[in-house]
C-alpha cells in the first residue's frame, strides 16, 4: 500500500491544500496583493509572517484551519526559495507539506502548483518538476517498518496527493503528459529508496547472507532478471578467498549474489554495479565497542543501494546492461574467524594481510569487483559502507567518492546533482596507495588511520583491472540519527536514486 499521485484540474476534494509560498512575496517584492489560496486565509498567512510566526523559509511549513472558508478542512502553507527555485528545492517543500499533512492526520492532499513547475524553467524541465515533488512526497511520508508497526498504520494517513495546475495551464495536453511521466519515475525512484530503506532497517537475525540472497531473487523473480547466488562452496571453488575469510566466523555463510539485467543486447557495454553486504558487522576479533553496534545492520547499505537500481530498470526497462554483485556475509568474532595476519588469496589472485579484521568490507568487495569483471562488467561502480573515516571529513551529509577515471567519476556526480545526493570526489594520490604495501602479502587490508578513506577505496580499485571505476563510500550518510527533509531517519536508501540517474 503507497501513496497514488494524480495530476488534475482544482475543485477535487481534499482534506488539505498545500501552497508554496516564497519570502519575496509575504514581503511583498512581487505585489501586496498576491493571492494564494483564499484572502481571508492569506491575511492571516500576512498575520503570522508579520509577527515571525512564520518566515517563508525553505522547508518551513504553517497549517491554518480553514473553518468553512474552503471546503479542505486545513491550508498548509511551505516555504520555498523564490530566485533559484531548484529541482531540490521542490523535493524538499514537498518533503516538508508532506510532513505538515501527516501531522493533519489528511487523508487527500490537493498541491497547488507554481506556474514554473506547469511551463518549466532554466534550472529544470516540467517532467524533472514532477518527478522532484512526488519523490519529496513519497519519501517524505516514509515511516519506518517495526515490529510495533503493521503495514495499515504505517500507511495510515496520506493516501492520495493531488497536483493542480494554474488555471491557465489546466487544458495543456502537452503539461499534462510530462507531468504524468515525472509522476511515474518520480514514484519509480522513490519506491526503490523505500525498499532499499526496508532492508537496510531490518534487523540483523532476520537478514542473514541467505536470506539477503533469497530477497535478491524474488526481485529477479518480480522484474524477469536472471539471478544466480554462489554458495559457500562455489565461492571456494571459484577462489574467493576475500569473502570466505570474512564469512568463516559465522555460523550464517557467505553468499555472491549476482542479478543480471539485459536492455541492449547489441551493446558491449555493462554497467558493474557491486554492493557491499555485510548483514551485520561486529569487526570481527577486532571487535567494534558495544556503543552503538545495533547500528551495524546498515553495513549492507551497499547492497541495498544495488538491489534498489535493479528495481529502477526492471521498473523502467531502459535500454542499457547491468551486473549487479552483492558479496554477502557476516562479520563475527568466533574460534573460526580471521585474525590479525592472517593471508588470504582473492579470486583475482591478489594476496592479501589481515591487519585488522573491522576493515572487512574490502575483503568481500575485492571478490566482488572480480566477478562483476569476469561476468562482462566494462565499467564498475561499487556503493559500500566502507570506513567511519569518511564521517570524519564529511559528517553525515555527503558520500565520500574515489576513482580512477574522472570522466566516470564526473558522470556519478552529475546523476547525483540530478537525485539530490551529494558527492564529493577525494585525492587518489600514489603516496595514499604505498600506504597498503605489505611485507607479508602483495597489499595490506589497512592504510592506518590517515587518509582512512582514500585508502580504503583504493585497496578496492586495486581489483578494477584499469577498468574505469569509481568508489562510493556512504558510511556517514547510508544512516541518520533523526530525519532531515526526505532523508528518513535510520537506513536513508541514500545512492539509489543516483544510481537511477546514472543509468536511466
Not at 540530478?418 to 600506504?435: D, M, N, S, V
Not at 535510520?490 to 543509468?503: D, I, K, Y
Request: proline share 4%.
Amino acid at each position: 500500500m503507497g501513496v497514488q499521485f494524480t495530476y488534475g484540474a482544482k475543485g477535487l476534494e481534499s482534506d488539505a491544500i498545500v501552497r508554496f509560498v516564497s519570502r519575496e512575496e509575504l514581503q511583498g517584492v512581487n505585489g501586496a496583493d498576491t493571492e494564494w489560496v483564499h484572502p481571508q486565509l492569506d491575511e492571516s498567512l500576512r498575520s503570522h509572517y508579520a509577527k515571525e510566526l512564520f518566515k517563508g523559509e525553505p522547508k518551513e511549513t504553517l497549517s491554518l484551519p480553514t473553518l468553512g472558508l474552503l471546503p479542505a478542512s486545513h491550508v498548509i502553507y511551505a516555504g520555498v526559495a523564490q530566485s533559484g527555485l531548484t529541482v531540490d528545492g521542490l523535493r524538499d517543500a514537498a518533503a516538508a507539506a508532506a510532513k505538515a499533512a501527516r501531522k493533519l492526520k489528511a487523508v487527500t492532499v490537493e498541491q497547488q502548483l507554481p506556474v514554473s513547475v506547469c511551463t518549466g524553467a532554466t534550472e529544470y524541465t516540467i517532467s524533472q518538476a514532477a518527478q522532484a515533488m512526488t519523490e519529496g512526497y513519497s519519501l517524505g511520508l516514509f515511516t519506518r517498518k517495526t515490529e510495533k508497526k503493521d503495514d495499515e498504520k504505517r500507511y495510515a494517513s496520506v493516501q492520495t496527493v493531488i497536483f493542480t495546475p494554474p488555471a491557465d495551464r489546466s487544458g495543456s495536453s502537452e503539461t499534462a503528459e510530462q507531468w504524468e511521466a515525472g509522476l511515474r519515475r518520480g514514484t519509480v525512484f522513490a519506491d526503490a529508496v523505500k525498499y532499499a530503506r526496508d532492508l537496510t532497517n531490518l534487523p540483523g537475525n532476520k537478514l542473514t547472507p541467505e536470506l539477503l540472497a533469497e530477497e535478491a531473487e524474488e526481485l529477479a523473480r518480480t522484474y524477469s532478471l536472471d539471478c544466480e547466488v554462489l554458495d559457500e562452496w562455489s565461492a571456494a571453488e571459484q577462489g574467493m578467498g576475500g569473502l570466505l575469510g570474512v564469512g568463516q566466523g559465522s555460523v550464517n555463510p557467505p553468499r555472491m549474489i549476482v542479478l543480471h539485467y539485459q536492455g541492449a543486447p547489441d551493446d558491449k557495454d555493462v554497467w558493474g554495479l557491486i554492493g557491499k553486504g555485510i548483514t551485520f558487522d561486529t569487526g570481527g576479533i577486532s571487535l567494534k565497542k558495544a556503543e552503538g553496534m545495533e547500528e551495524m545492520i546498515s553495513d549492507m547499505g551497499g547492497a541495498a543501494a544495488v538491489l534498489g537500481a535493479m528495481r529502477i530498470l526492471g521498473e523502467l526497462r531502459p535500454a542499457v546492461n547491468a551486473v549487479a554483485v552483492i558479496p554477502s556475509a557476516e562479520n563475527m568474532p568466533s574460534d573460526r574467524a580471521i585474525k590479525p595476519g592472517d593471508v588470504l588469496k582473492t579470486m583475482s589472485g591478489i594476496t592479501i594481510e589481515v591487519v585488522n579484521t573491522d576493515a572487512e568490507g574490502r575483503l568481500v568487495l575485492a571478490d566482488g569487483l572480480t566477478t562483476a569483471i569476469r561476468r562482462g562488467a566494462t565499467k564498475l561502480v561499487d556503493v559500500a559502507t566502507l570506513t567511519g573515516a569518511v564521517m570524519v571529513a564529511l559528517g553525515d551529509v555527503a558520500t565520500g567518492a574515489v576513482s580512477n577515471d574522472e570522466t566516470l567519476q564526473q558522470q556519478v556526480v552529475l546523476a547525483s546533482k540530478r537525485a539530490g545526493e551529494r558527492i564529493w570526489p577525494l585525492p587518489a594520490y600514489p603516496e595514499f596507495r604505498k600506504q597498503l604495501e605489505s611485507d607479508a602479502a602483495d597489499m595490506k587490508n589497512s592504510g592506518g588511520r590517515l587518509g582512512g578513506t582514500i585508502t580504503g577505496g583504493l585497496f578496492i580499485g586495486a581489483f578494477a583491472e584499469e577498468k574505469p571505476w569509481v568508489h562510493l563510500d556512504i558510511g556517514g550518510t547510508a544512516w541518520l540519527e533523526r530525519e532531515r527533509s526526505w532523508e528518513s531517519k535510520g537506513g536513508t536508501g541514500v545512492m539509489v536514486r543516483t544510481l537511477g540517474e546514472l543509468l536511466v
